[in-house]
């Protein structure tokens, strides 16, 4: 059964940094798209934050973390990060990783119907 697990949530001030991590056990991982979206407390769906394709290409951010957001990926450890920095209020929620193998998104990577695996989540709280 593949897993994917995400770490590195917690409380963080405004203006603070926080990395998270995605490690997975996707056997094709190289050659899957990986993504992170996010879901707000009392928020009714998931939104797209970034996601990554094979080889680290291509990348692709939602407008409001851009700039503050960088999502990579390390084939070798099957893993996939999201450095977060500046980080405000509105960016509190709970994180979840997302994988699609065979698939390297070019469009539709922002839609949560377009990926298989999922992670449980880790919440992130920013405090102002």
């Known amino acids: 059964q593949v897993q994917v697990v995400e770490s590195g949530g917690g409380l963080v001030q405004a203006g603070g940094s926080l990395t998270l991590s995605c490690t997975t056990s996707?056997?094709?991982?190289?050659?899957?798209?990986m993504a992170w979206f996010r879901q707000a407390p009392g928020g009714s769906g998931r939104e797209f934050v970034s996601?990554?394709?094979?080889?680290?290409?291509?990348?692709f951010y939602l407008g409001s973390v851009k700039d503050r957001f960088t999502i990579s990926r390390d084939n070798a450890q099957s893993t996939v990060y999201l450095r977060m920095s500046n980080l405000k209020p509105e960016d509190t929620a709970t994180y979840y990783c997302?994988?699609?193998?065979?698939?390297?998104?070019?469009?539709?990577?922002?839609?949560?119907?377009?990926?298989?695996?999922w992670g449980q989540g880790t919440q992130v709280t920013v405090s102002s």
């Open positions: 997302a994988g699609q193998p065979g698939v390297n998104y070019y469009g539709n990577y922002d839609n949560v119907d377009a990926y298989e695996y």
């Open positions: 996707i056997p094709t991982f190289s050659t899957s798209t």
């Open positions: 996601s990554v394709g094979w080889n680290s290409y291509p990348i």
